[in-house]
């Protein structure tokens, strides 16, 4: 199984300050035939199911704000978030798609 | 636009089966992949299992032994049982829908999106 780690656990962050989280995998997950990182980024806020962000490791989903952003490729990836919101108060998880079993790193809970 | 919405018991006795269904709406059961993923109270996501309409399947060898993942493309909707459970099974268990593109070496499953609400099961006598 690929086992994915995210740090940190949980960070503070001031209004409109910037938010980095950090993924690596325990095995690239780029596919170097087609040059694509099969890792997704969810934001879950409480009571709510997980949303998707961000795919193939940089692409933002549509209607997403972009202030968040994705970069990385292979086994180390971040999620940055340019100018924290007061809505952006979730818990972010990676996760990676480039096999199975489908893994997800343990989540980074953002806090004003 | 596609809705998940997930359907069961929220409490489960020990030793017996969790038995969800995922009902579609705004879309068709007959494409796309979909998937269970459940999430123990305060905790992290875990991937279960996926299946496409053809019967294609696919789950995580950590609950292979007691999982069982079917669809019925007349109700439009899938389903997952969950047998010899215990506390440890105790989770909100949603559904999504698994987006198919780009393949790599071994998969041509991408991320899941949309997601149910999801649904708390709770295991205790």
């Known amino acids: 199984d690929i086992v994915m780690t995210q740090s940190p656990d949980s960070l503070a962050v001031s209004l409109g300050e910037r938010a980095t989280i950090n993924c690596k995998s325990s095995?690239?997950?780029?596919?170097?035939?087609?040059?694509?990182?099969?890792l997704a980024w969810y934001q879950q806020k409480p009571g709510q199911p997980p949303k998707v962000l961000i795919y193939?490791?940089?692409t933002r989903e549509s209607g997403v704000p972009d202030r968040f952003s994705g970069s990385g490729s292979g086994t180390d990836f971040t999620l940055t978030i340019s100018s924290l919101q007061a809505e952006d108060v979730a818990v972010y998880y990676c996760?990676?798609?480039?096999?199975?079993?489908?893994?997800f790193g343990p989540g980074t809970k953002v806090d004003i | 636009q596609v809705q998940l919405q997930e359907s069961g018991p929220g409490l489960v006795k020990p030793s017996e089966t969790l038995s969800l269904t995922c009902t579609v709406s705004g879309g068709s059961v007959s494409s796309y992949y979909w998937t269970w993923i459940r999430q123990p109270p305060g905790k992290g996501l875990e991937w279960i299992g996926y299946i496409y309409y053809t019967g294609s399947i696919n789950y995580n060898p950590s609950l292979r032994s007691r999982v069982t993942i079917s669809v019925d493309t007349s109700k439009n909707q899938f389903s997952l049982k969950l047998s010899s459970v215990t506390a440890a099974d105790t989770a909100v268990y949603y559904c999504a829908r698994v987006q198919v593109g780009y393949c790599s070496s071994t998969s041509c499953l991408n991320w899941f999106d949309p997601w149910g609400q999801g649904t708390l099961v709770t295991v205790s006598s």
């Open positions: 095995q690239s997950v780029l596919y170097s035939s087609n040059n694509k990182n099969y």
């Open positions: 996760q990676q798609y480039y096999n199975t079993p489908f893994t």
């Open positions: 193939w490791a940089s």
